[in-house]
């Protein structure tokens, strides 16, 4: 069973500054299947980054995704009032999907 | 544009059956795989498995002793049953979508989720 482990917990930052996000497999990770989302409190995630780097449709060019076997990560550059939120990392493989436990962003 | 709206009771007794309804508009059934997410407080989400349009599923290996997803297309719906609720299964419970020809492993679309509490 894969686990995916995200970093920091929380991320304090101001509105303009640019957060850096971390996702980390316990073992290789297909590339195509890894995804991040966006959730705004009261609200179901927003899928943001699909494959590892492609943009879902409507997502902000501000969002950008890398990386490639067992650590990701999702930058925001130029944070916007919505995106102080909660983000989670997601993969597909062997038939199950598995989500990690997110990081906090929020307001310095 | 694709609606996805869970309904059900708000509140299960431990050893119940957990029973919810995803009713969908707004896009063909057959074009997504229909999945049930849950989760609790503070927590992030969990898949609990999903459905295509002729009724094959694949479940949370976690859960499949419990869980039953089916689908009705005639009433675009996908239902969830849980059997054995406790405290523990107190959770939002979403409905998400995954689109089947473009795949990616992602939940492309979700409903606004229905809290559900176990308690007696």
Known sequence: EIVLTQSPGTLSLSPGETATLSCRASESLASNYLAWYRQ????????????????????????????????????????????FAVYYCQHYGSSVFTFGPGTTVDIK | QVQLKESGPGLVKPSEILSLT??????????????????????????????????????????KSRVIISIDTSKSQISLRLTSASVTDTAMYYCASSYRSSWYGTFDFWGQGTLVAVSS
């Open chain 1, 40 to 83: 705004r409190p009261g609200q179901p995630p927003s899928l943001l980054i699909y494959g590892a780097s492609a943009r879902a449709t409507g997502s902000p060019d501000r969002f950008s995704g890398d990386g490639s076997g067992t650590d990701f990560t999702l930058t925001i550059s130029g944070l916007e009032p919505e995106d």
């Open chain 2, 22 to 63: 995803c009713t969908v508009s707004g896009v063909s059934i057959s074009s997504y795989y229909w999945s049930w997410i849950r989760q609790s407080p503070g927590k992030g989400p969990e898949w609990i498995g999903y459905v295509d349009d002729s009724g094959a599923t694949i479940y949370n290996p976690s859960l």
